[in-house]
């Protein structure tokens, strides 16, 4: 989930950056409205986009969950031990919750202020539309078809306000600002989003402005928006006629001239951008960003009964070593990808029971689990096993190395108290080497300590999978207890 929305961001941010080198000072304006529309939803449907074709060119890469290994603790337990309820309150769904009920409250907030202001004025009507006149303000804005103006403005102001609204209301500049706060509810931790709602209230202010002055001196309309400091209405979902931060851009860009039309050939830059992003994250699915993807969700999940299930029939396999026909081909049924229209079943027993045997053409998926892999990655002094003697061996092995090896005194240079939980990911390549170490904890000095401790494990023997050598990710709790 973390990956995700950094690349969301990520995608946005490179996005924001081409409209405001290549688009933002073209008049182009419709079709910026477009791009600024377009280009936030893309960013958070390209992560999910996944060609297979280039998946496929990139070398497959298998994730393998070893047992947890416990430190300074005498119980033999996998140290699954329970989420305290300060970590399940401020778990990242919790605040992602939280967060967005207050961004809902801020947003009712600021519609009641523009029904408040609506009740409290005089209505009447301007052709299709609503004039709200605000005693005792020069504000002027849009909500919809409401057009809200301040009784102070005089009338010749008050002419070219309601033409310069008009135009928000017809081109429906709300609905565009709307579409922008509905994301700051859902993704109010995502700063790309108020970046582009700001990017877009300005492209309106210049399009409305284009069309005024195309129906009337554009001297006039320089010296009504030079006339007077007008007050605005600080709300981020309406049209504000006056913002003085805007006036020097607007009155710049009535004074630019058309975009030549070969100009718009900059909006190409998007599909040579698409395509690396697609390529990125085709790939990164089934390489290194997969682990990353996997640790996070190990940290998210793994009080979880699910994963309670994963551990318990991992630890099982383990112990038993080889598996009859029936559990692997169990095992098999469990590793495969659901298809719309599957039977459900209600057991495995269920499913040994069914006659319908596996369809040849489905394909298992790419992050395979660790009893199906064809040949694992061994000890050096567990080759020459069978398969799964040699992961056992080759599980037990690394545990024991971690186990053993592990600098206890840690405790003592440090401030650590009690479970101190250390995710590490690791890969043994094609060649058998161990690689691409990293560790998450919550102090460095025990992420030193597990990077020190996984780098100096041997040369493994690569593993294999369909006769190919493969690369292989493993994924190493250390749960590290301070009495």
């Known amino acids: 989930m973390i990956h995700y929305i950094v690349q969301t961001i990520v995608f946005q941010l490179l996005f924001l950056i081409v409209y405001d080198l290549f688009l933002k000072k073209e008049t182009f304006f419709t079709t910026n409205r477009v791009y600024l529309l377009v280009t936030p939803l893309l960013s958070f449907l390209l992560p999910l986009i996944e060609i297979a074709a280039i998946r496929e060119s990139i070398p497959s890469q298998y994730v393998i969950q070893l047992p947890a290994v416990m430190i300074g603790e005498s119980s033999p337990a996998l140290g699954l031990e329970a989420t305290s309820a300060v970590e399940s309150i401020f778990s990242l769904p919790n605040l992602w919750i939280v967060g967005g009920c207050l961004s809902l409250l801020f947003f009712g907030y600021k519609l009641s202020r523009i029904f408040t202001m609506k009740r409290k004025g005089s209505l009447s009507k301007f052709e299709k539309f609503n004039i709200i006149r605000l005693p005792g303000t020069t504000v002027a804005f849009t909500f919809f078809r409401n057009i809200f103006l301040g009784a102070d403005l005089s009338e010749a102001q008050q002419k070219n306000i309601l033409l310069h609204e008009k135009v928000h209301v017809v081109e429906y500049h709300t609905a565009d600002l709307l579409f922008f706060e509905v994301l700051r509810i859902l993704f109010w931790f995502n700063p790309m989003v108020y970046v582009y709602q700001k990017r877009m209230t300005v492209l309106q202010e210049y399009i409305a402005d284009r069309h005024v002055a195309a129906n009337q001196s554009r001297k006039e309309y320089y010296q009504d928006l030079l006339s007077q400091i007008f007050g605005t209405s600080n709300i981020s979902f309406v049209n504000s006629f006056f913002n003085h931060s805007l006036i020097k851009n607007r009155i710049i860009m009535l004074q630019k001239s058309n975009s030549k039309r070969v100009l718009k050939l900059k909006y190409l830059l998007v599909i040579p951008m698409v395509l690396g992003m697609l390529f990125y994250t085709s790939c990164s699915d089934g390489t290194d960003a997969n682990a990353l993807k996997n640790e996070a969700n190990l940290e998210s999940s793994t009080d979880t009964e699910v994963m309670n299930k994963i551990n318990e029939l991992s630890e099982a396999i383990m112990k038993k070593g080889n598996l009859t026909d029936d559990e692997m081909r169990a095992l ?152």
């Open 332 to 483: 098999k049924f469990l590793a495969t990808e659901a298809q719309p229209g599957d039977k459900i079943y209600e057991s495995v027993t269920d499913f040994l029971n069914d006659s319908i045997s596996f369809s040849e053409e489905r394909e298992p998926l790419t992050d395979i689990p660790y009893a199906v892999i064809g040949k694992a990655p061994v000890f050096p002094e567990c080759d020459g096993m069978t398969n799964e003697a040699g992961k056992k061996c080759t599980s037990k092995m690394i545990s024991d190395f971690v186990a053993g090896s592990f600098n206890t005194k840690l405790a003592n240079t440090t401030n650590l108290e009690g479970r101190q939980r250390i995710s590490v990911q690791f890969k043994i390549d094609k060649t058998g080497q161990v690689t691409n170490v990293k560790a998450r904890a919550a102090h460095p000095v025990l992420e030193e300590e597990a990077i020190r401790l996984v780098q100096k494990l041997p040369k493994m023997i690569p593993g294999e999978h369909k006769g190919k050598a493969v690369s292989v990710i493993y994924s190493l709790p250390i749960v590290f207890v301070v009495e």
